[in-house]
Structures are given as structure tokens and as C-alpha cells.
């Protein structure tokens, strides 16, 4: 068996801060890094800026502006394909490769779920409904098939637990922690996975990988949110070793609003 380090970060476009993966190379080593909101077409994406990080296998899916996904890893990759068009969209929010490990193959699945707008109510809101069918898709989809020594990992703009939030009381009604969504979440994560990082942080405890640009003193007020999740399947559980939410990257220079996390297992 071998370590792989693995990285998840909302880096809220790719060319205005692919400065700053240098410095999540340096905090996390990871052997794999997964972007979500990159924002870059496929034809501009920023391959010789990336070149001296040292991650010489990538995939991606990008467009102009919004969303976007990609994968750089030092470790061999082949593209995995078959997914759907989640939701007839063609939006990008999805990109998936097989590592190629010693011990085998790898199935690493990299997502960006839709925000879901302001408004709880897909009546009122068609960017929420969107959200909502785009969970039960892909839950559906990972339900249906057979799950082994796999990871998904990515933004997915939910915080399912009461301690991911900062206020449960007071953000059941706010998009992100609804019931209709972490009940979404839950369901898509009992399809054949476990959650990384809560394996070892008690559900008791508060844990955020993200902070409102709003809020201007961010370490103060602390009123973060848990977005960014890490999960594998339970063939793979045993070989957790370590997570990192890695706070400190909320105040780089132009930072994002979400901050990386990291998971290492024995695979």
C-alpha cells in the first residue's frame, strides 16, 4: 500500500489565483489536487503556468466565466468516462480519472454542485430546484453502480450536519442547509460512501471550509460554513490517516472564499 494526499479546493477562477497553489503545494504536498469554480475554457487553460508545481497528469472541463473542474496529480491518470450530462446541463461541473496506484486502479470523482440561489423554493427559484434534481441525480447515478476503492471529493455547496454551520438554528431556512438539500446530500452519501473528514472530527464539533467575503473579520465572528467534503468508500476507510482543513488559506492575498482541504489514506 501507498500514501496518497489528496486536495479539494474552490479556487474561485484558476487564472486569477493559480499563484496561490504554490503555496497549497507547500502547506499539504498533495499528490492530487481537485479545483472546482476554475472559470477557464479548456482552450485557455493555464498548462505552462501550472508545469513548474510539479503535477504533470491532468484533466479538466472548463468554460467560459463559471464553474469548471479539474484534476492535476503527480500520480498516472486515465479520464474516466460515462457519467451523465448531470441534468442535461452540459455545465462542467463534473470530472473523474482513475489513478493508477501499486495497488490498482483508483476511481477519483471531482464535483461542483450547483450554489442553488438566494430563495428555498424551486417554485420561486429554478437555480435551487436545479440543485435539488442535480443531488438526487448524482445519488442516484453512484447508487446504481458498483462502488470500490473509490473518492469523490469537490465543492458541493451543502452542509449537512448541524455543525457545519455556525448557526443551525439560524440557517435552516438559508440555501446550503436546507432540509430538502442535506437530506439530498445524505442520501447521495449513503450511496456507497463514508465522509473523510468526519471520521475524524466528532460530529459534535464545529468544522467550516468556508466564509463569506461579507464577513471582515472572518476569524472573529467565525460564521463559516462546511462546503467542501471529502469522501471515500468504506473498502478504503480503514486506510485513513490524516485530514486538514487548512484555515490559514482564507487570508492569502485574493484568496478564495473557500479554504482547501486535505485527506490522506493508505490505498
Not at 460512501?193 to 471582515?216: C, G, I, M, T
Request: net charge negative.
Amino acid at each position: 500500500m501507498a500514501a496518497l494526499r489528496v486536495a479539494t479546493w474552490n479556487i474561485n477562477s484558476l487564472r486569477l489565483r493559480v499563484g496561490l497553489l504554490d503555496r497549497l503545494v507547500e502547506a499539504l504536498r498533495p499528490d492530487v489536487i481537485c479545483l472546482q469554480e476554475t472559470k477557464v475554457p479548456d482552450g485557455l487553460f493555464p498548462a505552462e503556468a501550472l508545469g513548474p508545481l510539479g503535477y504533470p497528469h491532468t484533466v479538466f472541463r472548463g468554460m467560459k466565466g463559471y464553474n469548471g473542474v479539474a484534476i492535476l496529480s503527480r500520480v498516472p491518470l486515465e479520464v474516466h468516462e460515462g457519467a451523465p450530462d448531470w441534468c442535461g446541463k452540459g455545465d462542467c461541473r463534473h470530472v473523474a480519472a482513475a489513478l493508477q496506484t501499486p495497488a490498482g486502479p483508483v476511481e477519483l470523482h471531482n464535483f461542483y454542485v450547483p450554489a442553488g440561489g438566494d430563495v428555498p423554493d424551486r417554485t420561486q427559484n429554478p437555480k435551487y430546484g436545479h440543485k435539488l434534481d442535480f443531488v438526487a441525480e448524482a445519488g442516484a447515478w453512484f447508487a446504481a453502480r458498483p462502488l470500490a476503492r473509490s473518492v469523490l471529493v469537490g465543492d458541493l455547496n451543502i452542509a449537512p450536519l448541524e455543525q457545519d454551520v455556525w448557526s443551525h438554528k439560524q440557517l435552516l431556512g438559508v440555501v446550503s442547509h436546507t432540509p430538502p438539500e442535506t437530506e439530498g446530500l445524505n442520501v447521495w452519501l449513503n450511496a456507497g460512501f463514508v465522509d473523510a473528514v468526519r471520521h475524524f472530527v466528532p460530529a459534535e464539533q464545529k468544522l467550516y471550509s468556508w466564509w463569506s467575503y461579507r464577513n471582515q473579520d472572518w476569524r472573529a465572528s467565525d460564521r463559516g460554513r462546511r462546503l467542501d467534503h471529502v469522501w471515500v468508500t468504506p473498502d478504503l476507510q480503514p486506510g485513513l490517516r490524516s485530514q486538514t482543513i487548512l484555515r490559514d488559506a482564507r487570508d492569502w492575498p485574493r484568496g478564495s472564499d473557500h479554504v482547501p482541504v486535505c485527506v490522506e489514506l493508505e490505498v
